[in-house]
């Protein structure tokens, strides 16, 4: 993940850093607003590392999972909703529902029900 998108959605990763600081406390993190120059310092001077440590230290998380309070935000959804047009078919929206084009449970012309052609 990247900061930005830690930052955009601050709230919804503090449990994320308390489980990984658990000396954490929610009002500093509160303080702290996404500001990422502030949590190096933060996570600094809880784990007692020089700033260099801890900007690896939250590095390695970062490679981690996004919440999911954030995957499940409606604007990352609207997002993902939108880069999936590439993958539909002529005369459908992206927005559509699947169901009313009643091509989901269509068996494949070799009767091979794996879905196989």
Not at 42 to 61: G, K, M, Q, T, V
């Amino acid at each position: 993940m990247k900061w930005q998108h830690v930052q955009a959605n601050w709230p919804a990763f503090f449990d994320a850093i308390t489980s990984r600081w658990p000396d954490a406390d929610p009002d500093e993190l509160d303080n702290i607003d996404g500001d990422q120059r502030a949590f190096i310092a933060y996570i600094a001077d809880l784990e007692e590392l020089e700033p260099s440590e801890a900007r690896e230290e939250i590095r390695e998380w970062m490679e981690g999972e996004i919440p999911a309070d954030v995957v499940m935000d409606p604007v990352h959804d609207n997002r993902s909703i939108t880069l999936s047009a590439k993958y539909v078919g002529e005369g459908e929206d992206e927005s559509d529902d699947d169901a009313r084009f009643g091509d989901d449970d269509e068996i494949p012309n070799d009767g091979d029900r794996t879905g196989r052609v």
